[in-house]
């Protein structure tokens, strides 16, 4: 089982639309969870960190099912810039505190 | 806002030959990482760096591999005889305690 799985997608919606993103990790000793965007051939960068209890950021909301190791993203009213591949990230359970990723999920808002 | 900074943004390199990908990373921070990315695949994680030295390592990061901290800013990637399957974004990640990793803009390393 892959540690980080998401749904590759695409997603392709139109502006003004919410779209809703999921993932699921296999350790159950996670402790961090993530959501990263990655533009075309570019670096990640950190969208939102997820919280046990759900947390809102702007028109971004994460989400954290612990019980069912699951993290979702929802993006409301989305606009042409919110085009790009978003990515599933968990903080490997080691002393390091490196990342596992998911493959992403893309996403392409339209006019 | 401070930056990862990495050099060179393209590396191209015969087969066999050693490459050093540098970084530098934001000048506070303390952990330092090494990622990449093979085109139309995931970011995967090679190894993490604290206090000079390894605290963790992938198992993609063999003795093919080694890292530096040579002086007090910059952090390499050393791949030594690369192999055409080493061809892949290259990208360094720094942070602080408790903080979530910031990521240079990459090297694309291209190996023929």
């Known amino acids: 089982r892959k540690e980080v799985e998401q749904d590759p997608g695409p997603f392709n919606v139109p502006e003004g639309a919410t779209v809703a993103f999921n993932c699921t990790y296999s350790?159950?000793?996670?402790?961090?969870f993530f959501w990263y965007r990655q533009d075309c051939r570019k670096e990640p960068k950190l969208l939102m960190s997820?919280?046990?209890s759900g947390n809102e950021d702007g028109r971004f909301t994460a989400q954290l099912n612990r019980a069912s190791q699951y993290i979702s993203l929802l993006i409301r009213d989305s606009k042409l810039s919110d085009s790009a591949t978003y990515l599933c990230?968990?903080?490997?359970?080691?002393?390091?505190?490196?990342?596992?990723f998911g493959k992403g999920t893309s996403l392409l808002v339209t006019p | 806002e401070p930056e990862v900074t990495q050099t060179p943004s393209h590396q191209v390199t015969q087969m066999g030959q050693e490459v050093i990908l540098r970084c530098v990373p934001i000048?506070?921070?303390?952990?330092f990482y090494w990622y990449r990315q093979i085109l139309g695949q995931k970011v995967e994680f090679l190894v993490s760096?604290?206090?000079?030295?390894?605290?963790?390592k992938s198992e993609i990061f063999d003795d093919q591999f080694s890292v530096e901290r040579p002086d007090g800013s910059n952090f390499t990637l050393k791949i030594r005889s690369t192999k055409l399957e080493d061809s892949a974004m290259y990208f360094c990640?720094?942070?602080?305690?408790?903080?979530?990793?910031?990521f240079g803009d990459g090297t694309r390393l291209s190996i023929l």
């Open positions: 990640a720094s942070k602080e305690s408790n903080q979530p990793q910031h």
């Open positions: 350790n159950s000793a996670s402790q961090s």
């Open positions: 997820v919280y046990s």
């Open positions: 990230v968990v903080k490997r359970a080691a002393s390091g505190y490196a990342l596992n």
């Open positions: 000048s506070n921070h303390l952990y």
């Open positions: 760096f604290y206090n000079n030295e390894i605290s963790e």
